[in-house]
């Protein structure tokens, strides 16, 4: 990973900036606050933190990154499957409606998340008072760089809370479903949650409230949050396993807005733990 030039010097931020990082923490989360509870954010905190910490570089990078338009802006794309944070989609048998989510998270992050990402900075930057070109070229390339830095530090997973179908094929028809938009996720296989093969992981999405109880049961806790808190008004991801190929039309649809929403809190959650580590580093 690249990392700012190391001279052991942090990043000369005056306080009027310092306090122009919390003006943009709080108007970066505009965006999704409406769209999902406190207590979902709080979830999520703890994920956020982890990645905005996974840098390497100086906490609050991200954030004085779009303070100031001087910046030696570096890559932050480096992949290491050992950092980052791990998010679990979880239904009853895994072979329906998570893997058909985990296919749907990494393909928005392989191909639309400088623009779910440029929501949450071009709302940012609405409250900065600066209106320069540089600023505005800095806003452009923060852009990049967090997409850039998401896609190398989440790692997406499913599994289901039963073990009816280890092992198995998923559904030719999430198959056939995600094959209609891009996503190839004939090589899955159903795998069930394990408080062993799963004690990395740091969030778990659960499907449905069934899907919930199920992991907090397994003491996964404050890990465990409900697809629907994205942006779905709490609704239920249905189990289209009965039914026919709306049905998992009708899922898909689900899945891809919540999962939008999700990572664009994620976003809002890596520049907010960066402006808090900003400010921690640089008391007025």
Do not use: W
Not at 117 to 124: F, L, Y
Request: glycine content about 8%; aromatic content about 4%.
């Amino acid at each position: 990973m690249e990392k700012l030039e190391s001279n052991n010097k942090k990043p000369a931020i005056d306080s009027a900036k310092i306090a122009e990082s919390s003006n943009i923490a709080k108007s970066a989360n505009i965006t999704a606050s409406a769209k999902i509870s406190e207590s979902t954010r709080a979830r999520l905190t703890p994920l956020c933190r982890k990645i905005a910490e996974s840098s390497g570089a100086d906490s609050g990078v991200l954030d004085s990154r779009i303070l100031d338009s001087r910046a030696d802006l570096k890559t932050l794309d480096s992949h290491n499957a050992d950092s980052g944070a791990f998010i679990s989609f979880v239904c009853l048998g895994n072979i329906c409606r998570s893997p058909l989510a985990e296919g749907i998270a990494k393909h928005l992050c392989q191909s639309k998340l400088e623009s779910i990402v440029q929501n949450v900075i071009q709302n940012s930057a609405q409250n900065m008072q600066a209106t320069t070109q540089a600023t505005t070229q800095t806003a452009a390339q923060i852009t990049k760089q967090l997409a850039n830095f998401m896609r190398a530090n989440l790692h997406f997973s499913s599994a289901g809370t039963s073990g009816f179908h280890n092992g198995d094929i998923i559904d030719a028809r999430s198959i056939a479903t995600a094959k209609k938009h891009g996503i190839d996720i004939s090589r899955y296989t159903s795998k069930q949650v394990s408080v062993y093969a799963h004690a990395d992981i740091d969030l778990f999405v659960a499907m449905d409230m069934q899907n919930l109880a199920a992991l907090r049961q397994l003491g996964f806790g404050e890990r465990a949050v409900l697809l629907g808190d994205f942006g779905l008004g709490g609704a239920v991801v249905p189990d289209p396993y009965y039914g026919g190929a709306s049905g998992f039309d009708k899922v898909y649809n689900m899945l891809e807005n919540g999962i939008t929403i999700m990572l664009e809190s994620i976003a809002q959650g890596i520049i907010t733990q960066s402006t808090i580590s900003q400010g921690a580093q640089n008391p007025r």
